[in-house]
C-alpha cells in the first residue's frame, strides 16, 4: 500500500482547505483510515480517524466541528476537509492506513501553514 498525501499550503486564520491522499495498492485490506499531524517542537498526534467497516468517526478534541474525514467507496482517496483554521492547527499532516493485518502505512505528509 502506497499512500501521497497532497493539498497542503499557507492559509489565513479563519479559512478552509481539503486535504486529499491517493491510496494505491491493495486497498481492499484497509480497515482504519486515519490523519495524523505533526507541530513544529511537538509529537505527532492523530487528528480524525475513520474506520472503514462501519463508517465511524472519531475527532481529536481540538478539531471536533472544524474537521471532516471521508473518504471515496472504493478507498481510492482518503480526505481531510478543514474549516475554521487556526494557527495552532500548522504542522505536516500524514495521512495513515492500517490493514485487517495490522501493518501499517504513512504517506509522507503535506505542510498546513495557518497565520494568525
Known amino acids: 500500500v502506497q499512500l501521497q498525501a497532497s493539498g497542503g499550503g499557507l492559509v489565513q486564520a479563519g479559512g478552509s482547505l481539503k486535504l486529499s491522499c491517493v491510496i494505491s495498492?491493495?486497498?481492499?485490506?484497509?480497515?482504519?483510515m486515519n490523519w495524523y499531524r505533526q507541530a513544529p517542537g511537538k509529537q505527532r498526534e492523530l487528528v480524525a480517524a475513520?474506520?472503514?467497516?462501519?463508517?465511524?468517526?472519531d475527532y481529536a478534541d481540538s478539531v471536533k466541528g472544524r474537521f471532516t474525514i471521508s473518504t471515496t467507496d472504493i478507498k481510492h482517496r482518503l480526505y481531510l476537509q478543514m474549516n475554521t483554521l487556526k494557527p495552532e492547527d500548522t504542522g505536516v499532516y500524514y495521512c495513515?492506513?492500517?490493514?485487517?493485518?495490522?501493518?501499517?502505512?504513512w504517506g509522507r505528509g503535506t505542510l498546513v501553514t495557518v497565520s494568525s
Open positions: 495498492g491493495s486497498r481492499n485490506s484497509i480497515n482504519d
Open positions: 495513515h492506513v492500517q490493514d485487517r493485518w495490522s501493518e501499517t502505512y
Open positions: 475513520l474506520n472503514t467497516d462501519g463508517g465511524s468517526t
